[in-house]
């Protein structure tokens, strides 16, 4: 109302203008007003052509493709997922805003294909671009997993997928892929291969265990049927004794180790450094 009150005062309005309307059955409309100002000798506004479009599927669409928009940002930012796409230069790469999240990019500004290619981990770039360079000469999809160095200097574990775009005539145009970041999956793998090799070291240690205390059971029992024959006070019987307490500690220790291959905690006890050392 107040735009029809310019106009009819000879106001200059603005050239288009969108609003909504409800008509009397409740429907909302929304309507695009274009106008085009009439001036007399004077360049004054004597009167205006207007034209309104009924733009309330085009509103729908709109409003329809936004909401999109925000599911698939969420289910990158959820998923650590990105997404680029670029002609054969790939000069500027389009990215994704989980992309830039992944890679520690700025929300805005041109990034190109050497950008993205300094941010591959050394030990990477080289064995990625090669491959990279091939899949394109064959045309071929191109599954890699390489590392990336963000400005921060940490360091993720990316898996990506990316094909030739062709034309009608079949002639390359363009990039695309998607990536993911799997740098929790890949600590978590590392976790379960140290856990597995663990539990190896676990069951040969179990072994060994099993078989040292059969030999230290001999030792112990031939030293005991030994001692038994001897007086205490024959020259052998000290060196014996101490044969006799060596095995036993040795005895000690396969008991440990069968903890360990167990599983079980360790247990601990309080002793002296002197005893220790009278030990030894």
Request: glycine share 8%.
């Amino acid at each position: 109302l107040d735009r029809m009150n310019k106009i009819a005062r000879g106001e200059p309005v603005s050239e288009t203008v969108d609003y909504e309307i409800i008509d009397k059955k409740g429907k909302l409309w929304c309507i695009q007003l274009h106008t085009r100002h009439i001036y007399d000798a004077d360049g004054q506004v004597i009167a205006a052509d207007v034209v309104a479009h009924d733009i309330t599927e085009r509103k729908k669409i709109e409003q329809a493709l936004q909401e999109n928009l925000t599911l698939l940002a969420e289910a990158e930012r959820m998923g650590l997922i990105g997404s680029w796409r670029t002609d054969m230069d790939m000069n500027p790469v389009t990215l994704s805003s989980g992309l830039r999240r992944i890679w520690g990019l700025p929300d805005e500004g041109n990034i190109s294909g050497n950008d993205l290619a300094a941010r591959i981990h050394p030990d990477d770039r080289d064995q990625m671009l090669r491959a990279w360079r091939t899949a394109i000469n064959k045309r071929t999809p191109f599954v890699y997993e390489y590392r990336i160095v963000r400005p921060d200097k940490t360091i993720r574990y990316i898996d990506g997928n990316s094909e030739i775009i062709v034309d009608s005539q079949g002639k390359p145009v363009g990039i695309h892929g998607v990536l993911q970041d799997v740098t929790d999956k890949k600590r978590l793998e590392d976790e379960m291969i140290k856990a597995q090799k663990l539990e190896s070291i676990g069951t040969l240690a179990g072994g060994l265990a099993h078989d040292y205390n059969n030999l230290l059971a001999v030792i112990l029992g031939n030293i005991e049927l030994v001692k038994i024959k001897m007086s205490p006070t024959d020259q052998a019987y000290i060196p014996l004794t101490k044969a006799e307490k060596a095995a036993t500690r040795a005895h000690d220790l396969t008991q440990q180790l069968v903890t360990f291959s167990k599983g079980g905690d360790p247990r601990y006890k309080i002793m002296t450094i002197q005893g220790l050392l009278n030990q030894s």
